[in-house]
């Protein structure tokens, strides 16, 4: 199953291209599902039809699904989270300052994308068609399966011994009660769920993000920011989509001065992106909402390209050999110098630009070697390592 994932700054249409999208495939003979996981839903409003968390058929071919994150997330680790309450709530009662402690920021939206897994093995569709939250959600719900697997990685092999020898005079002598047996089974199965979805998410033959931006510069930003993560954790980009230009019949007048800032815009998209597709689409004169809008917006944007395929595939890293010595080169573009930080243990790598933090486990060819310097240029963390 093909899996595009439609991503950006908040406001930049990027539900109404996802949309365009899906219409254009389903209308090209593809089986499609279109699947939100931002909370602020607006797929029923673009399709002028209610959708829900079941699967809604919406025309041949194409289907809808806007995913309810509560209960995705009391699906996945309902049995931990009851664990968890009675630990906050050992000396009283439920309170709702217990409760708020139990919902982590980001949790619930990283369970709602465990629905790709379940609708891959389905194999009821050729497309999946992921909108997803604004950039800095969508980016803290692709870091959390490395975080969270390995946290629970780590906890799970000591955690479930020692409640099988002490459990019971633990529970006896301190109140405290020990996790039974389905709550380590609910968690292990939960780690390799996540594993699941983070080595899917990282096919670059199967799943591809595309980002939708404007010309403005605060959102050109965001993008770069967004693409330069997005390397870090290892997906691959393989479009931009400039929406909502401004038609040369609105630049006149009042707004003319917006045909400057448009212009300077697109030649810096051009420039930093030179290396993707570059997709763009106009601002219309009313709101894309119909499928026949939708199809006439997905034609402006792809023209004669077919959306389906994976347009292009940049590297992430590559690994040289210089002697004794092993050259490892991250692609980390738009990055500042000044942001990346470096930590190496245990044949890991701990990689930070700005709040985006990367644990990266080193290749067989490389454990037991210490990085010994690392340069970044033109787009690039080169590490030495001996």
């Known amino acids: 199953m093909r899996i595009i994932i439609y991503t950006g700054k908040g406001g930049v249409g990027k539900t109404c291209v996802a949309q365009a999208t899906a219409c254009r495939l389903a209308k090209a003979g593809k089986r499609v599902l279109i699947m939100s996981t931002d909370q602020a839903h607006s797929l029923s409003d673009g399709f002028e039809q209610t959708i829900g968390g079941t699967e809604t058929r919406l025309a041949q071919g194409l289907y809808a ?86 946290f629970v990685m780590n906890m799970l092999p000591i955690k479930r011994k020692m409640v099988k020898v002490a459990g019971p005079a633990v529970t006896k002598l301190t109140k405290i009660p020990m996790p039974e047996d389905t709550v380590f089974d609910e968690l292990e199965k939960l780690t390799e769920r996540l594993e699941a979805l983070k080595a899917l998410l990282s096919d670059a033959e199967q799943v591809s993000l595309r980002i939708v931006t404007t010309t403005e510069r605060i959102v050109i930003r965001e993008t770069k920011r967004n693409f330069t993560w997005l390397h870090l954790y290892g997906y691959n980009v393989d479009a931009i989509i400039v929406n909502r230009l401004y038609p040369e019949s609105a630049l006149r007048g009042y707004f003319s001065r917006w045909g400057q800032i448009q212009e300077q815009g697109l030649e810096e998209i051009g420039e930093s992106f030179a290396h993707v597709p570059i997709f763009t689409l106009t601002l219309k004169e009313s709101e ?69 933090r990367r644990r990266l486990l080193l290749p067989e060819a490389l454990r037991g070697k210490e990085v010994q310097s690392a340069r970044y240029e033109s787009g690039r963390l080169s590490l030495t390592l001996r």
């Open 65 to 150: 699904l806007e995913i309810d994150a509560v209960k995705e997330g009391e699906a996945a680790w309902g049995k931990v989270q009851k664990y968890m309450q009675k630990l906050l709530t050992v000396e009283g009662g439920v309170t709702v300052e217990a409760e708020e402690l139990l919902i982590f920021p980001g949790l619930e939206e990283l369970f709602a994308l465990l629905k790709i897994l379940e609708i891959r093995d389905s194999g009821r569709y050729d497309v999946l068609i992921v909108d997803c939250a604004p950039t800095g959600e969508t980016l803290a719900l692709l870091k959390f399966p490395e975080m969270f697997g390995q």
């Open 288 to 356: 894309l909402k119909s499928p026949a809008k939708l199809l006439a917006a997905a034609q402006e944007i792809y023209g004669d390209v077919d959306p389906l395929p994976v347009l292009a595939v940049g590297k992430i890293f590559e690994l040289t050999h210089q002697g004794t010595e092993d050259i490892l080169t991250l692609y980390l573009p738009f990055a500042d110098k000044a942001d990346i930080e470096l930590a190496q243990k245990d044949g890991e790598l701990f990689i930070s630009v700005q709040n985006a």
